[in-house]
Nanobody, 124 residues
Framework: VQLQASGGGLVQDGGSLRLSCAAS????????IGWFRQAPGKERDFVAA???????YYTDSVKGRFTISRDNTKNTVYLQMNSLRPEDTAVYYC???????????????????WGQGTQVTVSS
């Protein structure tokens, strides 16, 4: 199983980025895909997730700014990030799991597969 996160970069306050998470080696359409982020010296935090049925979930701080979506024909999940703020600066990771239950969707330890991370830096 491989998850490849990409699309990070340096952007100014208020800017936008789109992250991609390309998966291989698993039945993609059955996976819940989550995005997490980790800033220096902090824990890895939940950002957003999308279930196999397309239902989406977000942490409160990104609601209305970030949108998670999936394209099962490309085995890829996207995280569109608008109105970025300096506090969004972190390494962003995507993760996958075929059997995660809804009550655990925000828990990083419940995800079986992880990508390598992509750096997002928002300058003020």
């Amino acid at each position: 199983v491989q998850l490849q996160a990409s699309g990070g970069g340096l952007v100014q306050d208020g800017g936008s980025l789109r992250l991609s998470c390309a998966a291989s080696g698993l039945t993609f359409s059955r996976q819940t895909i989550g995005w997490f982020r980790q800033a220096p010296g902090k824990e890895r935090d939940f950002v957003a997730a999308i279930r196999y049925n397309g239902y989406t979930y977000y942490t409160d701080s990104v609601k209305g700014r970030f949108t998670i979506s999936r394209d099962n024909t490309k085995n890829t999940v996207y995280l569109q990030m608008n109105s970025l703020r300096p506090e969004d600066t972190a390494v962003y990771y995507c993760a996958a799991d075929p059997s995660i239950i809804l009550s655990s969707i925000r828990l990083s330890r419940q995800y079986a597969y992880w990508g390598q991370g992509t750096q997002v830096t928002v300058s003020s």
